[in-house]
């Protein structure tokens, strides 16, 4: 998952796969949800997002991820 933020444009992209979308449903005022050609959701846009979100505190709670060891 990648989240980005368009400054120029206000817009928050979260983008949850790496296919590409083949339809798009605006589910609210500025609410767009991204679908494969699978019907699964790649994508969600946000547009005025400062304005629906607050962009200054982003809280991932219990995320899976995988550790990666480093040694020299």
């Known amino acids: 998952m990648k989240i980005n933020y368009y400054l120029e444009t206000d817009s928050l ?11 798009s449903i605006e589910v609210s005022e500025g609410i767009v949800i ?15 997002a400062s304005r629906k979100i607050n962009l200054k505190e982003i809280i991932l709670n219990r995320v899976p991820s995988e550790r990666q060891i480093i040694s020299a």
Request: proline letters at 4%.
């Open 13 to 23: 992209y979260i983008d949850l796969s790496s296919k590409p979308s083949a339809d």
């Open 34 to 48: 991204d679908y494969d050609k699978d019907g699964q959701i790649t994508g969600i846009d946000i547009d005025n």
